[in-house]
């Protein structure tokens, strides 16, 4: 996933990040996540694995990871904890999350793809695992309200995918191109997938993501357009803000697993009937119907 579980939320991004890259002159290729570890096949891979060396190989077998060689919508649900990192103390666990991030690999010319997508957050009480909607700060004692964290896109506003990399699309032609060649390892009958989100520079630290999607070799061996995936993410970034922590030190880790759905109909009952009580529009991410994907916190 490109804007995993754990996704920044659209209020925490400044409001126009992509321009603000461009002005501030820090390096484009930065865009493309650097620090980014060397691709390498890891493991033995089959006899019939596609030969991973090769850019066209690695396109056809991300896109089926995480999302479909069909334009259709791909729903990932996950849940996890997040924890406060503050000098000198351990990790404390201050909520727990659950969301969906549902995918649409639009087809384009020549071979690519752009991914476009939807995502709905709802955050829970760490100890009882009910719906937030007031969360009482340990550090500060301050009573909070917990918005639900959303974003959402159609075409133009997500991210090519071609032979030449993964690249954001309102600056593709700005942003020189890369050899796609992924970081894949095999071992026993699984096939995983490491991954790292590149962020636009400029937003304040720490920025960093880190995530592995699996899959079933006999799977990824075969024909189907989407692979019946899972995965497992760490994410580091500054206190939300609702949070109200001001310029305490720290910051906040996300920790997260998920699996790719069949449909929608697979989200758990309780979070499908929040998500569509308050975002509607956010369960497709069908490009055709992206004028209506416009939520409060995603209007700047």
Do not use: C
Request: glycine share 8%; hydrophobic share 40%.
């Amino acid at each position: 996933m490109t804007t995993t579980a754990a996704t920044t939320p659209d209020d925490e991004l400044p409001a126009d990040p992509l321009r603000r890259a461009l002005v501030a002159g820090v390096g484009i290729a930065a865009l493309l996540g650097a620090g980014r570890l060397a691709a390498r096949v890891g493991g033995d891979p089959p006899a019939r694995a596609p030969d991973l060396s090769l850019p066209e190989n690695n396109l056809r077998a991300l896109v089926r990871m995480a999302a479909s060689l069909r334009e259709e919508d791909v729903p990932w649900w996950y849940d996890g904890t997040i924890f406060a990192v503050v000098p000198g103390e351990q990790l404390r666990p201050l909520f727990k999350f659950e969301g969906m991030e549902l995918y649409w690999m639009r087809h384009l010319d020549g071979g690519e793809y752009e991914l476009t997508g939807n995502t709905v957050t709802f955050f829970r009480d760490v100890a009882t695992g009910a719906f937030l909607t007031r969360w009482q700060n340990p550090y500060t004692g301050e009573a909070v309200d917990v918005p639900a964290a959303t974003q959402g896109g159609g075409p133009g506003r997500g991210f090519n995918y071609s032979v030449n990399g993964m690249r954001f699309t309102p600056l593709l032609e700005q942003l020189p191109a890369k050899p796609l060649v992924l970081d894949w390892t095999f071992a026993r009958d699984m096939v995983w997938l490491h991954n790292e989100t590149p962020y636009p520079p400029g937003l304040p630290p720490p920025r960093a993501q880190r995530q592995t999607m699996f899959a079933p070799v006999k799977e990824f061996l075969g024909r189907s357009p989407s692979l019946p995936a899972v995965f497992s993410s760490t994410v580091h970034m500054p206190w939300l803000k609702w949070m109200a922590m001001g310029d305490r030190p720290g910051h906040i880790v996300w920790h997260a697993s998920g699996a790719k759905l069949r449909s929608i109909d697979e989200l758990p009952k309780e979070y499908r009937a929040r998500a569509e009580r308050e975002f509607p529009a956010l369960l497709t991410a069908d490009p055709a119907r992206a004028a209506e994907r416009v939520v409060p916190n995603l209007k700047k």
